[in-house]
């Protein structure tokens, strides 16, 4: 991972006296994949958008290689998008779509045909050039855009919930897909998703938004063992949170009672968010921290999930051993599994 | 129960549409004493020049108003949605006057001592002399037909979707690539719908070259007009001139449906 390629800086995007992007700051480097996460209508597509030259932000600069881009049109960047909403050519059959940038280029009709074969073979729909693009499902619309826009290996690709439209197994193969492109091409991806584990499994860099602020910027690995605030543990996998208060470094008090933790800095008696994982919590029929009764049990595949009354809070716990509903059991954390995060004081 | 709802529009259909052309079918073979006949359409050469000057006419005044419509059904789309229905609310206005109306306005706007001559007078300009020629016609056309190629241009203008300009400038086209290659093949049918809305009407127009053309130059409305009312009178051969006129709408049409490429195309809306 090397330069920095686009800088955004102080970003900010009003539509109709709404903020929908405030004070945006990311630096995307030269072949990495990063992706913006976040909830729906938090601006994920609209800070694309930006990127991609669509939207011209109200204040604040884009930056590509250096140079301030804010009024380049999109014809003029080096930058290809896949569209949230596919926006295939309906007057064109899926070879003219895919092909449609090669000829804008005026690439030779020879190597046209192979590279848009090749993209098709990419996405799995060799064998389909002369549909019309409404003769095809969703998923295999989505799979031309793809297709569409790699195809003219550009510097950098937007994709705007590329995978949307698959089912489950598709998916998965798409993303492993995408990914080796991403590593065999060196192209710089810019993605943009609403399922966390898509975003923790192929990104490099992980952005979270909400409500058009960036919660946090980090690896996959730093999103999830240490986020930032409440938002960011809450969307990165289930949470349990509660409100707690600090006693003093490595003292939390919470659910009325005192915890061993591993964080420090905070004051004393300051209002804290305490976040607990599902999975971290150990689960014995008697003893433990907190004694409680199972409310509720919900096999999920490779683990149970139980809903967990206990010191007047109930608790999401994640589990490979099920109890009965209504059993009394014990639940610890144990102090590093246990995250205190500063309270957001503007909400 | 489809049948039976189907009804009034097929007993609509039988009186009002196939009698009248099978009429119009059997007067065109039938002689001035009642026999059948194929002279109304040898007679019909000897209006050649007719013919030639009402489709010169009419595709003239077709051209032109793609040339004007074209980029105003463009403008338009571009403006606020707001701003749009106000312009085509001023388009469809003067469609609500009678058409007679409209034509007689012309008239006395054109005249050789009407209102163009007069502001032209005022401002020290020479006067023009445009009533009574082919360019009042082709204006009375123009004006009169221009909405109906603009309606069905903005309508696919109006439905395309957005997102497509930005993939094709995604891809690197231009605006002028981005007309040429998705804009224009895309509202293809509107303009295919546009020029048949404009070019039969003007085809087969009478009033206008009547009124604004001073008689002297015929058009085939004219002709056949004169056929059932004139001193001319002669149904049979004006029921040739129909039948002749209308298979050559229906070819020219049919000849368009092909570049519309079959499904997206929506000649007759
Ligand atoms: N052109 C526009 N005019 C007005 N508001 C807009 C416009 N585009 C986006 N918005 C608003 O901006 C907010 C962010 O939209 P955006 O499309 O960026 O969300 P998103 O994060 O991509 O959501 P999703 O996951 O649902 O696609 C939304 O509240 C949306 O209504
Ligand atoms: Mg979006």
Not at chain 1, 56 to 84: L, M
Not at chain 2, 136 to 155: D, E, K, Q, S, W
Request: charged share 20%; net charge negative.
């Amino acid at each position: 991972m090397s330069k920095d390629l686009i800088r955004l800086i102080d970003c900010v995007m009003v539509f109709d006296d709404d903020v929908i992007l405030d004070k945006i700051n990311l630096t995307i480097k030269n072949q990495e994949f990063l992706t913006l996460l976040g909830p729906s209508g938090c601006g994920k597509t609209t800070t694309l958008r930006i990127i991609g030259g669509f939207e011209t932000p109200t204040s604040g600069d884009v930056f590509f290689d250096g140079v301030r881009i804010n009024n380049v049109p999109p014809h003029k960047r080096r930058v290809n998008t896949v569209f949230q909403k596919y926006a295939l050519f309906p007057h064109l059959n899926v070879f003219e779509n895919i092909a449609f940038g090669l000829r804008i280029a005026k690439v030779r009709e020879d190597e046209i045909k192979t590279r848009v074969l090749e993209s098709l073979a990419l996405v799995g729909l060799r064998g389909y050039e002369k549909r019309r693009v409404h003769q095809l499902s969703g998923g295999q619309q989505q799979r031309v855009a793809i297709a569409r826009a790699i195809v003219n290996r550009p510097q950098v690709l937007l994709l705007d919930e590329p995978l949307g439209a698959l089912d489950l197994k598709l998916r998965k193969e798409m993303q492993i897909e995408l990914k080796a492109i991403q590593q065999q091409v060196g192209i710089t991806f810019i993605y943009v998703t609403h399922d966390q584990e898509e975003a923790l499994t192929m990104s490099d860099t992980v952005v979270v938004m909400n409500n058009g602020v960036i919660q946090q910027v980090g690896t996959p690995q730093d999103i999830y063992n240490e986020p930032q605030n409440a938002f960011v543990a809450d969307f990165i996998g289930e949470s349990n949170i509660i409100g707690g208060i600090m006693n003093a470094d490595r003292d939390v008090t919470f659910a009325g009672k005192r915890f061993e933790c591993v964080d420090t800095g905070f004051g004393k008696d300051e209002n804290v968010d305490v976040v607990i994982r599902p999975e971290d919590f150990i689960v014995t029929e008697d003893g433990g921290q907190m004694s409680g009764i199972v409310r509720s049990v919900t096999f999920k595949g490779v683990h149970y999930e139980m809903m967990i009354d206990a010191e007047g809070f109930g608790w999401m716990v994640h589990s490979t051993l099920s109890q009965p509903v209504g059993a009394k059991v014990g639940l610890s954390v144990k102090p590093f599994d246990i995250h205190i995060m500063r309270r957001e004081t503007s909400e | 129960m489809r049948r039976r709802v189907s009804f009034p529009y097929v007993g609509w259909m039988a009186v009002f549409v196939v009698v009248p052309m099978v009429l119009v079918l059997g007067f065109s073979f039938t002689s001035a004493d009642g026999g059948f006949t194929f002279e109304n359409f040898s007679e019909m050469t000897k209006y050649a020049p007719v013919f030639a000057r009402s489709i010169w006419l009419a595709f003239l005044s077709t051209v032109i108003c793609l040339i004007i419509g074209y980029p105003a059904a463009l403008v338009m789309s571009r403006e606020k949605p707001i701003v749009a229905s106000a312009a085509l609310m001023l388009l469809m206005l003067p469609m609500w006057m009678n058409f007679l109306l409209r034509t007689y306005a012309w008239m006395s706007i054109l005249e050789n001592n009407g209102f163009l001559n007069q502001l032209l007078g005022a401002l020290k300009l020479p006067p023009v002399a445009i009533i009574n020629t082919d360019g009042a016609v082709l204006l009375g056309m123009v004006y009169n037909y221009l909405p109906f190629m603009i309606l069905p241009i903005h309508t696919v203008l109006h439905k395309m979707d957005k997102h497509l300009l930005e993939a094709a400038s995604d891809l690197g086209a231009d605006s002028v690539k981005a007309f040429a290659r998705v804009i224009l093949p895309l509202t293809l049918p509107g303009v295919l719908s546009g020029v048949t809305m404009v070019f039969v009407p003007s085809v087969s127009t009478f009033v206008i070259s009547k009124l604004l053309g001073g008689g002297k130059t015929m058009m085939l409305g004219d002709l056949i007009e004169m056929q059932f009312t004139g001193n001319a009178y002669n149904p049979y051969l004006g029921s040739a001139i129909s039948l002749v006129m209308m298979v050559m709408v229906l070819a020219s049409m049919t000849i368009m449906n092909r570049f519309g490429d079959g499904e997206e195309s929506a000649v007759m809306m």
